[in-house]
């Protein structure tokens, strides 16, 4: 399975950004779809976006939809999120996740592969 560390989570007042990334090794990274995934203590984990293998197809959750773009690099073995106009609810820890296939899909029960994840905190 692949290894997957996250960075780039910090402290960010609202309407600003931040760009996560997720470095991947071990596992056939770029035969893999990439997602993204967040939780807030007390809530179920809940999917943020998703990229195909070949970074030519990706899918949002409705409450980033406009905000968010994850984008891959498959050379670096690295995918990313950019987060602009950040919100309060944007608080959560990420956490990036390998699918077991090539396309892109919300259930996390079709992603093999999880990080430590990383917090992300919006102030209002």
């Known amino acids: 399975q692949a290894q997957l560390i996250e960075s780039g989570g910090g402290l960010v007042q609202a309407g600003g950004s931040l760009r996560l990334s997720c470095a991947a090794s071990?596992?056939?990274?770029?035969?893999?779809?990439m997602g993204w995934f967040r939780q807030v203590p007390g809530k179920e984990r809940s999917f943020v976006a998703a990229?195909?293998?070949?970074?030519?197809?990706?899918y949002y959750a409705v409450s980033v939809k406009g905000r968010f773009t994850i984008s891959r690099d498959n050379a670096e073995n690295t995918v990313y999120l950019q987060m602009n106009s950040l919100k309060p609810e944007d608080t959560a820890v990420y956490y990036c996740?390998?699918?077991?296939?090539?396309?892109?899909?919300?259930?996390?029960?079709?992603?093999?592969?999880w990080g430590q994840g990383t917090q992300v905190t919006v102030s209002s």
């Open positions: 996740a390998a699918g077991a296939g090539p396309f892109s899909s919300k259930d996390d029960s079709d992603y093999v592969s």
């Open positions: 071990g596992r056939t990274f770029r035969n893999s779809a």
């Open positions: 990229i195909n293998w070949a970074g030519t197809s990706t």
